[in-house]
């Protein structure tokens, strides 16, 4: 790795554990809430994230969760990076405000940088808001290119009835192992080298959520992986929230779409939130004809070198947040 040193009295990295929760949250709601009102969104207060939900971000990032501490050992800075196979990327990511500005951004960013591409990642991004110049800026400065949006759309499924989708938590012994193959056959063949089997077993190890299997006459069509948890602290669960989609095509998208929008209606969650990446235009559109409504976007960010590639072949939406 570089040496990539702050100009402050801040130390690091060092490995984030579930011990370091509560900090982390605290710095992540406050960080994040300034960012929004040197925005101008003087109102928007950010809650911390439900502790279950870190857990899980902690433990996919494995010794990619950093912390950043200062001369007094409380947390200055952190941020996970996240390496799925081939594929790598960071966040969340968060520098306490009054450490903001000297050098300790460079450090966060570059040092995880340089982790996932020590380890073998050929795509290396991050998403930011799309409003924030300061943090487009900031990521030009260290080689990061602007790609495509993330749009996060969402649909009320209300009380509908829907035949019930076919779940991975529902799949036993043979089955069950059939499946993880077909999902790691699929994401091989839409992006060879990536890999979500990490994310899908922590979400079943956790109790967060669970995966949608769409099987067609050859094999597995298309899957959907997602979590139920609350995304908030203190909150009820109030959206079925999309990680991860695979699908060989247009139709086997909207076939996954529909096997998750039963999921939520099964679990009596009203809204499906999903996190679209417009460099698939086609399935993007689909979503806007069942209804779905744009919530949010964000822009993702790919170090130069190292770019997202989408796949030729069916779709792949790969959340790069928690």
């Given at each position: 790795m570089r040496a990539w040193l702050p100009e402050r009295d801040v130390h690091g990295p060092e490995r984030a554990g579930e011990a370091d929760i509560e900090p982390l949250n605290r710095l992540f709601a406050e960080a994040f809430t300034d960012r929004y009102r040197r925005d101008?969104?003087?109102?928007?207060?950010?809650?911390?994230l439900n502790p279950a939900i870190w857990?899980?971000?902690?433990?996919?990032?494995?010794?990619?969760?950093?912390?950043?501490?200062?001369?007094?050992?409380?947390?200055?800075?952190?941020?996970?990076?996240?390496?799925?196979?081939?594929?790598?990327w960071m966040g969340p990511l968060a520098v306490r405000t009054d450490r903001q500005g000297g050098g300790v951004g460079k450090t966060v960013v570059g040092t995880a940088a340089d982790w996932l591409i020590d380890r073998g990642a050929r795509t290396v991004g991050l998403e930011t808001m799309p409003r924030t110049?300061?943090?487009?800026?900031?990521?030009?400065?260290?080689?990061?290119?602007?790609?495509?949006?993330?749009?996060?759309?969402?649909?009320?499924?209300?009380?509908?009835?829907?035949?019930?989708?076919?779940?991975?938590?529902?799949?036993r012994g043979d089955r069950q192992r059939e499946a993880l193959a077909g999902i790691g056959a699929l994401v091989g063949e839409l992006a060879p080298g990536y890999d979500c089997s990490r994310e899908i077993l922590l979400t079943a190890e956790l109790g967060l959520g669970d995966t949608v299997l769409l099987w067609g006459d050859s094999g597995l069509d298309g899957f959907a992986l997602w979590h139920s948890a609350p995304l908030a602290e203190g909150r009820d669960a109030e959206e079925l929230r999309v990680l991860k989609l695979g699908a060989r095509g247009g139709e086997a998208f909207a076939g996954v779409i529909g096997a998750v929008e039963a999921a939520a209606a099964g679990g009596g969650i009203r809204r499906v939130a999903i996190r679209?990446?417009?460099?698939?235009?086609?399935?993007?559109?689909?979503?806007?004809?069942?209804?779905?409504?744009?919530?949010?976007?964000?822009?993702?960010?790919?170090l130069g070198g190292y770019p997202e590639v989408a796949s030729p072949s069916g779709v792949l939406f790969s959340n790069w947040e928690i």
């Open positions: 101008g969104l003087v109102g928007v207060r950010v809650p911390r857990r899980y971000a902690l433990l996919d990032a494995g010794e990619g969760a950093m912390l950043w501490r200062d001369e007094r050992d409380d947390v200055a800075a952190f941020n996970l990076a996240h390496l799925c196979g081939r594929e790598g110049v300061d943090n487009i800026g900031f990521y030009s400065t260290l080689g990061f290119l602007p790609g495509h949006l993330t749009v996060t759309v969402t649909l009320d499924t209300g009380a509908r009835r829907l035949p019930a989708p076919v779940l991975l938590s529902a799949q679209a990446q417009t460099a698939y235009a086609d399935a993007y559109r689909t979503l806007i004809d069942r209804g779905y409504q744009v919530r949010w976007t964000d822009l993702r960010m790919c």
